[in-house]
């Protein structure tokens, strides 16, 4: 559990934080580096398809990319409302329903409140249309929204009421499972041609790593243990403590790098993929952040990098592992 030192320690990272400016604090509400999970699933799942068929088709990719970013809208903005609701967010300046309240100088936090979640499920139903338009138009194929409906779903009972698994520390696992093999084997099979793309172990394997760089959630707490305590939110991070949760994002670490080695000995995975994935290994290294107490309000965004880059070797190896055929290593 937290002990005293680790929540005087978040308390005196809070006084440093009042002194933000309003562009900083909108920056922050707006989240752009939490977009990364609607980008990587969606350019992996792409990549797995052009190694698997050859063939890209840009206009879906960026219709699936604006869906994506509707549905990562609608988790930012009704988990700020739902967060409103119980308090948890009473000090977060950069929560979107407090932060346009102050914006806008005036008591009428509640209506705002309002609003901020009618836009949010809005961006649901916007982003649900565009995912339908390319499964009906473009793809031909109704095969993914079931996978898609299930990271909705993981989506849901992640936030909303009367569910709110996050409050119970589950919400890694559901994370995991949403924007890892949910999301990418369906944006996967919605580049289908003119047959039914297979579910290989390849795009099975690139999905489960995809979920393993998502600790993006998991490192987003290391700064607000005390907000936390005090509306009963029991994260993995109030479970455990500053320190013993820093060391399990290091198991998660070599975990990752682990399997992306089985699946390369294994030829589960192309060699161009293992080999540039491989290379990103210095950005996984985060120790340096999740044990420096004064850096650690950072560590969400160095997940983000993390993320990024990842995933980025993992769609251009399988771009190249296409493009640059090789026989097997084993036979």
């Known amino acids: 559990m937290v002990n005293e030192e680790e929540l005087k320690v978040t308390s005196h990272e809070e ?3 009042e002194d933000i400016s309003r562009a900083t604090l909108i920056w922050r509400a707006i989240k752009l580096p939490m977009y990364s999970v609607a980008l990587i699933p969606l350019t992996v799942g792409t990549a797995a398809a052009y190694w698997q068929t050859g063939q890209f088709f840009a206009r879906r990719y960026f219709m699936l990319w604006a869906s994506s970013v509707l549905a990562i809208l609608w988790i930012n903005l009704s988990n700020d409302v739902y967060d409103f609701d119980i308090g948890a967010d009473e000090n977060k300046k950069e929560s979107v329903v407090n932060l346009f309240g102050r914006f806008l100088r005036s008591n009428i936090a509640r209506c705002n409140r309002t609003g901020t979640h009618v836009v949010a499920w809005f961006a649901l139903v916007l982003g649900y249309v565009g995912l339908n338009l390319v499964s009906i138009l473009e793809a031909k194929s109704l095969r993914s929204m079931p996978l898609f ?3 909705v779903f993981c989506g849901y009972i992640y936030q909303c ?3 709110r698994l996050s409050y119970q520390g589950l919400g890694e696992p559901l994370v995991f499972a949403a924007f890892g093999p949910f999301i990418t084997i369906s944006y996967y099979l919605l580049q289908r041609t ?4 297979p579910i290989t172990s390849t795009v099975v394997a690139a999905s489960i790593l995809v979920g393993f760089t998502n600790l993006i959630l998991f ?3 290391f700064h607000q243990i005390k907000d936390d305590m005090a509306v009963g939110k029991i994260s993995p991070l109030v479970r455990l403590g500053t320190e013993a949760s820093a060391k399990v994002v290091k198991m998660a670490m070599v975990a990752l790098y682990s399997l992306l080695f089985i699946f390369g000995v294994g030829q589960i995975l192309p060699l161009p993929r293992v080999i540039l994935c491989g290379l990103t290994l210095p950005v996984g290294n985060l120790g340096g952040v999740l044990f420096d107490k004064t850096k650690i309000f950072m560590a969400k965004y160095y997940c983000v990098r ?3 880059i990842f995933g980025a070797a993992l769609a251009a190896g399988l771009v190249a592992a296409r493009m640059y055929p090789r026989k ?3 036979v």
């Not at 003119?194 to 793309?197: A, D, G, M, V």
């Open 219 to 221: 490192c987003s707490h």
């Open 161 to 163: 009421p009367p569910y």
């Open 306 to 308: 993390l993320h990024t």
């Open 194 to 197: 003119t047959s039914e793309l």
């Open 15 to 17: 006084e440093k934080e």
């Open 149 to 151: 409906f299930s990271a």
């Open 328 to 330: 097997p290593i084993f």
